[in-house]
């Protein structure tokens, strides 16, 4: 099958004006890193330096936590209407920069431009905007008893949706009364910089967000500090471990959003080709970098050949290539290491005896690709069924019943999502109650609102973001 | 004629029995002193396998069903009321004092009862998300759930740290130390309340010789420590929990809505509307 001819439409990178260096922004202001060390920050579609950015240590993170102690006297006297209106201004004016953001975001971490213009910035605006009204209804939320917020607040966010990720974390943290210092992921950067700038044109109190940049030490270094009163993170299951592990012991808050490895539940009497849509969107949105994608496709045996057969001709069609051409439905794998760990994956999973279909195209000659790929005839037990691999790498397996199906889909440690598609209305229920998963996508597949909560069972993490559940995370009970 | 004594045994799975080890504790009482079975790791481990089967049972019964056996778990108590407090009082409380504890554990297990069917409603929601879609959040139970409950002289504290796992449906291991008695005594109305096998099983010993056990159980799936328990122990759990990402509690809210939120699980399910 022939993909068809598109002219090329380039997203201007004129709109954006990066820097040569950052430094960290604490107390209201960009301030020249501790450390002196810096890391760079580059394109993955073309590997280009764009920028270095400080990495932060321990006197840097010290530095952060002190302007958020100071910060929070400000902020717990400021009224909550008010904060709520700093909240709406920043939401206003990341709508306003949309545009920039979005290129941003393309540029350094490698999604396509139809997505972070489309989906994460839209997602972000929107996120500031629905907890800014909640900031003066905290008590009608969940009573006068879980009302008051933690006070100085961590939070560590992965490269995945550098700034969507930022807001869920900063805009309920801002909305409860407390103040933050943020660490986002050594690979993204930018647009966490770009929004602490925004902090400062909407005039928040100095030390309200502080922002912190750098690597895994920097985040160590934050969970370890001695005045952090809790952590929220988000990122890998093995990371969440550790830190669950770090604050053993100490008296601070934690909420974790890890991995997964999501089913994708196609009955026999889906609508088989909305079911291939949603499937498709389910494991290759993102290039398929998201902790609740649909990495395991659960197909019922008797239409397991036509269903593969729909599904191989649709993944023809997707288009790999530059993250700012508006055409592409695939951009760059965010890093080498993430591509070296997804071609790890796949070699075992074709080593084990997997059967490996890829579509046909090319790719790049710099930065960093993988073709969409689908995995058939795997066991169960391979790594490739079992295993978060974090790309554009679908694992197929049967299955004859609706028990056999549940029982499939919950045969893992992780519980963050998954999916159903039948035409049943009882199925879906009978379903949806016995998945082990925070979030079930019936005849649909990675949604996300603001105003819908969003979190794991099991080693998914524990706590919720977005919504009226997203509040707990921030707020702490008193008897 | 002689006084017979009661042996107190621990309650698991709808049986009393004493420990694997054979081993036993003293507690002593003013009037009488009592061997209490010790529990061991194995017995941990036993009540654990119980406390899977009997989430399965008392999560599948209708919120309906649960709430009419806390209920009658109530009216067992009342029945029982004078002994209750004879041995309130061979702990060290007044007369008066034993009565008002007995009288406000009773209160409590009948407003846990009434929230069995209605908690829901009040944790769960539908979410306005902007799109054609229907979402809605609401709440399981997490599961086997161990809880170290306050280790007082009450009945109501005693009741109160697991009436909040249950009601939501998880089930539960619930330890003593100092008040095993209390607890002992009161499984014999627990088995007498219709709770399905494993549901809740009620077990006794030292925490120090468990707390590992606790922390890394797998099946444990909450660990919920009403007691005021060391730093060391609390780091022990901790840690032993983060290689399952445990679900931690410590001292959690006693009372009101916010009692229950830490033995839910948020479900949210969406689903796209069209013609």
Redesign the interface.
């Known amino acids: 099958m022939n993909n068809w001819e598109y002219a090329e439409s380039i997203e201007s990178e004129k709109i954006v004006n990066i820097e040569k260096k950052y430094g960290h922004f604490i107390q209201g202001e960009f301030v020249s890193p501790n450390s002196k060390k810096y890391l760079d920050t580059i394109s993955p579609s073309t590997e280009e330096v764009l920028s270095s950015i400080s990495i932060g240590d321990e006197k840097d993170v010290d530095f952060a936590v002190n302007a958020a102690k100071e910060g929070l006297k400000q902020w717990s006297k400021t009224s909550p209407s008010e904060r709520s209106k700093y909240l709406f201004k920043l939401a206003r004016l990341i709508q306003e920069r949309s545009r920039e953001f979005a290129v941003l975001e393309s540029l350094d971490g490698g999604k396509p431009i139809k997505e972070s213009r489309d989906f994460d910035l839209p997602q972000v605006a929107?996120n500031f905007f629905y907890y800014a009204g909640w900031a003066d209804k905290i008590d009608l939320a969940?009573?006068n008893?879980?009302s008051k917020p933690y006070g100085v607040v961590g939070q560590i966010i992965p490269w995945n949706f550098p700034l969507l990720m930022l807001s869920w974390k900063v805009a309920p943290a801002l909305a409860t009364g407390n103040t933050v210092v943020l660490k986002p992921a050594e690979t993204t950067p930018l647009t966490a910089l770009l929004f602490a700038e925004l902090c400062d044109e909407v005039g928040l109190p100095k030390g309200v967000f502080n922002l912190v940049t750098g690597d895994g030490t920097t985040g160590s270094h934050l969970v370890n500090h001695k005045d952090i009163k809790k952590i929220a993170f988000t990122g890998s299951?093995s990371v969440?471990?550790?830190i669950?592990?770090s604050?053993?012991?100490r008296?601070v808050g934690l909420t974790?959003e890890?991995g997964g490895k999501a089913a994708n539940i196609v009955y026999n009497d889906a609508a088989l080709d909305e079911a291939v849509e949603g499937v498709v969107n389910g494991i290759f949105f993102n290039q398929g970098h998201v902790c609740c994608a649909g990495s395991r496709l659960l197909v019922q045996e008797d239409i397991h050949d036509v269903f593969i057969d729909k599904l191989e001709k649709r993944m023809q069609t997707l288009r790999v290539g530059n993250p700012l051409d508006k055409n592409t439905d695939i951009g760059a794998i965010n890093s080498k290491d993430q591509l070296d760990k997804i071609n790890e994956l796949v070699n075992e999973g074709v080593n084990d005896g997997g059967e490996l279909f890829q579509i046909e195209c090319e790719l790049p000659k710099n930065g960093f690709w993988f073709k969409p790929s689908l995995f058939t005839g795997v066991q169960a037990n391979y790594k490739i069924a079992t295993e978060e691999i974090f790309g554009p790498v679908l694992t197929t397996l049967t299955f004859r019943t609706p028990d056999e199906a549940v029982e499939i889909a919950n045969n893992t440690?992780y519980g963050l999502s998954a999916g159903i598609w039948t035409e049943k209305g009882s199925k879906?229920l009978w379903t949806?109650d016995r998945l082990d998963?925070?979030?079930?996508?019936?005849?649909?597949f990675n949604?996300f609102?603001p105003?819908?909560?969003?979190?794991g069972?099991?080693?998914?993490?524990?706590g919720?973001e977005g919504?009226?559940?997203g509040l707990?995370s921030y707020l702490k009970?008193?008897? | 004629m002689t006084e017979v004594k009661k042996t107190y045994k621990h309650y698991v799975d709808g049986k009393f029995v004493r420990s694997e080890s054979g081993k036993v504790y003293a507690i002593d009482l003013k009037n009488e002193k009592y061997e209490i079975p010790l529990t061991s790791k194995k017995d941990l481990r036993d009540a654990v396998t119980s406390s899977k089967a009997g989430f399965i049972k008392w999560n599948s019964l209708t919120m309906y069903n649960k709430s009419q056996i806390l209920y009658r778990l109530s009216e067992m108590i009342e029945g029982n009321k004078e002994s209750y407090i004879i041995l309130l009082q061979d702990h060290g409380l007044s007369k008066n004092e034993a009565k008002n504890d007995i009288e406000n554990s009773i209160n409590t297990i009948i407003w846990y009862a009434g929230l069995v069917d209605k908690w829901e409603q009040l944790t769960g929601?539908l979410?306005?998300?902007?799109?054609e879609?229907f979402?809605i959040?609401h709440q399981e139970p997490i599961g086997v759930t161990f809880t170290l409950n306050s280790n007082s002289i009450s009945l109501d504290d005693l009741v109160k740290s697991f009436l909040p796992a249950l009601t939501v449906g998880c089930s539960v291991i619930n330890f003593s130390e100092k008040n095993a008695v209390i607890a002992l005594k009161l499984s014999e109305d627990i088995n007498n309340s219709d709770f399905p096998a494993g549901s809740l099983n009620i077990i006794a010993g030292k925490f120090e010789n468990i707390v590992e056990d606790v922390g890394g159980h797998v099946e444990i799936k909450h660990a919920v420590i009403y007691d005021d328990i060391s730093?060391?122990s609390?780091?022990?759990?901790?840690?032993k929990?983060?290689?399952?990402?445990k679900?931690i509690s410590?001292q959690?809210?006693?009372?009101?809505?916010?009692?229950i939120?830490p033995f839910i699980?948020?479900?949210?399910?969406?689903?796209?509307k069209g013609k």
């Open positions: 929107q969940w009573g008893g879980i299951t969440g471990k550790y669950q592990k604050l053993s012991g008296d974790l890890l440690e879906i949806a998963a925070g979030v079930v996508w019936a005849n649909t949604k609102d105003a819908s909560p969003f979190g069972y099991k080693e998914s993490g524990f919720r919504g009226r559940h707990l009970a008193s008897s | 929601n979410n306005p998300v902007a799109g879609y979402n959040s730093k060391e609390k780091t022990i759990i901790g840690e929990g983060s290689e399952s990402v679900r410590f959690p809210p006693t009372s009101g809505l916010s009692s939120l699980e948020t479900k949210t399910v969406w689903h796209p």
